[in-house]
């Protein structure tokens, strides 16, 4: 019995593989272009939040949030483009779509845990400001890249890719040599951003720590003096006192004042005393003290000026006799980041005198440096 020859047609055929499916890799590819829109449409939002915030006065949280926001612009941009061209490359099914996505969805998530812990080292007590940097919305923000980390360098992704980067290969078994170039250059670019980020963001953090003395407890500038002394030389309290409290930031310091009028009603004269306290609290970015500019302008009205020991480190006294019935004294001190104004004025028949006045000033001056928070 003889062999049959065999037909071409009948050869033996290489079993093909099936390509392997793709909804992993374009899922990752889909997140990754939403995380890029949203990124990149933070930076348009940011630079108009500081726009916006060059005119307003947020309380306080003006300086610290444009700050916070020049820091996050270029990480958003770099967290952007990274996640862009990475979708891109997805779609176009290629190797280099895997580090890219990775790496910037790495620095999404780590940025993210970096804004938490420096909006919780700068923000005050102002509920608004603090959620932009509260657990739940980090929580809610890192959701996304976690998933697009996930499903980039999941298994399926991997197979995908390298099974369109080389159509020809249809031998599954034969692995495929990938370059560790993008990962290392990728590396290389989160942990620059990453570096930078950390440093800045600590940077902001510490401003304000430019001097002993604080404000953020003062809620009322009249219970920094004891505006009962008007009552030495005028009965009652016209009205209430009055008072300001102007809190621009850690790097711009703060503006503290309080007024308080006092007067005594009679049949032929009336009297009255009124007290002027100012405080500044110099900030990171001020060019000094108030104390020298606020004595030049007394040094200018018409103030005689002296200079005043063993209060502070400087201090001076300014005296102006209004009228005959009217007399005017002022003591100004420095002591670190704190400068404090007092002026009192009394209107009568029977003015006491300047030196009395004086101490009486002094005292309130010592009285405000004492009760300042540091």
Same mark, same amino acid.
């Given at each position: 019995?003889?062999?049959?020859?065999?037909?071409?047609?009948?050869?033996?055929?290489?079993?093909?593989?099936?390509?392997?499916?793709?909804?992993?890799?374009?899922?990752?590819?889909?997140?990754?272009?939403?995380?890029?829109?949203?990124?990149?449409?933070? %930076?348009?939002?940011? =630079?108009? &939040?500081? $726009? *916006?915030?060059?005119?307003?006065? @947020?309380?306080?949280?003006?300086?610290? /949030? !444009?700050?916070?926001?020049?820091?996050?612009?270029? %990480?958003?941009?770099? =967290?952007? &483009?990274? $996640? *862009?061209?990475?979708?891109?490359? @997805?779609?176009?099914?290629?190797?280099? /779509? !895997?580090?890219?996505?990775?790496?910037?969805?790495?620095?999404?998530?780590?940025?993210?845990?970096?804004? *938490?812990?420096?909006?919780?080292?700068?923000?005050?007590?102002?509920?608004?400001?603090?959620?932009?940097?509260?657990?739940?919305?980090?929580?809610?923000?890192?959701?996304?890249?976690?998933?697009?980390?996930?499903?980039?360098?999941?298994?399926?992704?991997?197979?995908?890719?390298?099974?369109?980067?080389?159509?020809?290969?249809?031998?599954?078994?034969?692995?495929?040599?990938?370059?560790?170039?993008?990962?290392?250059?990728?590396?290389?670019?989160?942990?620059?951003?990453?570096?930078?980020?950390?440093?800045?963001?600590?940077?902001?953090?510490?401003?304000?720590?430019?001097?002993?003395?604080?404000?953020?407890?003062?809620?009322?500038?009249?219970?920094?003096?004891?505006?009962?002394?008007?009552?030495?030389?005028?009965?009652?309290?016209?009205?209430?006192?009055?008072?300001?409290?102007?809190?621009?930031?850690?790097?711009?310091?703060?503006?503290?004042?309080?007024?308080?009028?006092?007067?005594?009603?009679?049949?032929?004269?009336?009297?009255?005393?009124?007290?002027?306290?100012?405080?500044?609290?110099?900030?990171?970015?001020?060019?000094?003290?108030?104390?020298?500019?606020?004595?030049?302008?007394?040094?200018?009205?018409?103030?005689?000026?002296?200079?005043?020991?063993?209060?502070?480190?400087?201090?001076?006294?300014?005296?102006?006799?209004?009228?005959?019935?009217?007399?005017?004294?002022?003591?100004?001190?420095?002591?670190?980041?704190?400068?404090?104004?007092?002026?009192?004025?009394?209107?009568?028949?029977?003015?006491?005198?300047?030196?009395?006045?004086?101490?009486?000033?002094?005292?309130?001056?010592?009285?405000?440096?004492?009760?300042?928070?540091?």
């Amino acid at each position: 019995m003889t062999d049959q020859p065999t037909a071409p047609g009948n050869l033996a055929q290489t079993p093909t593989v099936p390509p392997p499916g793709g909804w992993t890799a374009i899922t990752a590819g889909v997140l990754a272009c939403l995380g890029s829109a949203y990124r990149l449409l933070s %930076v348009v939002v940011l =630079i108009v &939040a500081i $726009l *916006l915030l060059s005119d307003l006065d @947020m309380a306080g949280e003006t300086d610290k /949030a !444009r700050t916070l926001f020049l820091v996050s612009i270029p %990480v958003f941009s770099i =967290i952007g &483009a990274l $996640l *862009l061209v990475g979708g891109v490359q @997805m779609f176009r099914k290629k190797s280099s /779509a !895997r580090p890219l996505i990775a790496i910037g969805a790495a620095i999404e998530i780590a940025y993210s845990v970096i804004e *938490l812990v420096a909006v919780e080292a700068i923000a005050d007590a102002d509920d608004s400001y603090y959620v932009i940097g509260s657990p739940l919305v980090v929580a809610l923000a890192i959701v996304f890249p976690v998933a697009t980390i996930i499903l980039t360098l999941t298994a399926p992704t991997a197979r995908w890719l390298d099974y369109h980067a080389t159509p020809a290969q249809s031998d599954a078994s034969v692995p495929t040599q990938r370059s560790k170039a993008p990962w290392i250059a990728g590396g290389a670019v989160g942990v620059v951003v990453l570096v930078l980020g950390a440093l800045l963001l600590a940077g902001a953090a510490s401003l304000g720590s430019s001097g002993t003395y604080s404000y953020d407890s003062i809620d009322d500038s009249c219970d920094l003096v004891d505006v009962s002394v008007l009552r030495t030389w005028a009965a009652a309290p016209r009205n209430a006192p009055e008072h300001r409290e102007d809190k621009d930031g850690p790097t711009l310091g703060a503006r503290l004042a309080c007024n308080a009028s006092y007067s005594t009603s009679g049949v032929y004269s009336t009297s009255s005393a009124s007290l002027r306290m100012s405080a500044d609290i110099t900030g990171s970015l001020d060019d000094g003290p108030a104390f020298d500019s606020w004595k030049s302008v007394d040094s200018t009205t018409g103030s005689a000026t002296s200079e005043l020991s063993g209060l502070g480190e400087r201090a001076y006294y300014a005296v102006r006799r209004l009228s005959k019935s009217d007399l005017e004294v002022k003591v100004v001190a420095v002591d670190d980041n704190l400068t404090v104004s007092v002026q009192i004025t009394v209107h009568g028949s029977s003015l006491p005198s300047e030196n009395e006045l004086r101490a009486a000033c002094r005292h309130q001056v010592e009285l405000a440096m004492q009760r300042m928070p540091t």
